[in-house]
């Protein structure tokens, strides 16, 4: 059987984000994907509506049933919804420390909706930092964790918090021409790309990168290669992505 990517990951109704889009970048990753979910959202293309959150036992009983029968390397988490989820996450983490681990700071959608409430969710996410094999915000999300402004200053705190690895993605920075994205391993920038920026908002791009990175993982690339491989293969799949209608944020076409 493939090695096999746990994603904690929350339902999108529009196929654009959340275990949607893990499970068609994990399985274009060449990895096989299962899914602990961990909130049902309401939402389109254009808005998030609402959502309810799985409770933490319903979301530990399902990461359970298949740590027992699947080939699972490694663990990716997104949308989490809750603290209480977040804590039942750490605390899987803490008894499963071979698994490979993609945390995905998930705050709020791409569209701007909420995902959960962003100021405790900023506090509890603080105890997953540590297990992972990488984190991957975007600017925002790195801003919002670390309180610090400045992308250095933010990035080194992220590591004094105990990160092991992390890719800062600029693609919410003020670069017309460009998106530009550094991955950074134990507090030294390893590798630093820039591609051209496509026209329009992606629903789904960061859940995405995050799962390919997760799916390589687990099939035993380095970091490096890993995170390298998914940006290439994102953009072809940001490049051929579809609009459901006008205004609607565009859907990654990952197959
Ligand atoms: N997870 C879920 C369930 C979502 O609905 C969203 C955004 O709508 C995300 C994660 C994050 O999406 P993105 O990859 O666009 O940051």
Redesign the pocket.
């Known amino acids: 059987m493939r090695p096999t990517v746990l994603c904690f ?4 109704p529009s196929g ?4 949607q ?1 893990d499970i068609e970048a994990i399985g274009q990753s060449g990895a096989h994907a299962a899914i602990a979910c961990t ?1 049902l ?1 309401i ?1 389109n293309s254009q808005q ?1 509506f609402g959502f309810e959150a799985t409770s933490k036992e319903l979301l530990l009983a399902q990461a359970n049933a298949v740590v027992k029968d699947l080939p699972i390397k490694a663990i990716k988490s ?2 989490l919804g809750t603290t209480d989820n977040i804590a039942a996450l750490a605390a899987f983490l803490r008894e499963h420390p071979d698994y490979l681990y993609v945390l995905d700071p ?1 705050l709020v ?3 701007g ?1 909420s ?1 959960g409430n962003q100021e405790t969710l900023v506090k509890a996410f603080v105890e997953l930092i540590p297990f992972a094999t990488v984190i991957t915000p ?1 600017t925002v999300e790195l801003r919002a964790l670390t309180g610090e402004q400045d992308l250095e200053k933010a990035t080194a705190k992220l590591f004094e918090m105990g990160a092991q690895a992390v890719l800062v993605k600029g693609g919410h920075e003020n670069t017309p021409e460009y998106i530009r994205n550094a991955l950074y391993e134990n507090g030294e920038m390893i590798s630093e790309t820039k591609c051209p920026r496509l026209d329009g908002e ?7 990168l995050a799962s390919f990175i997760a799916g390589r993982l687990a099939q035993g690339d380095e970091l490096k290669v890993a995170v390298n491989h998914a940006e290439a293969w994102l953009f072809g799949v940001l490049k051929n992505a579809e609009s459901p209608v006008e205004g609607g944020q565009k859907i990654p076409k990952r197959f």
């Open positions: 990951s929350g339902l999108d654009g984000a959340g275990l889009a909130a959202t939402q998030v997104g949308m998930v959608a791409n569209s909706g995902l975007n992606y629903h789904g791009s960061g859940c995405s």
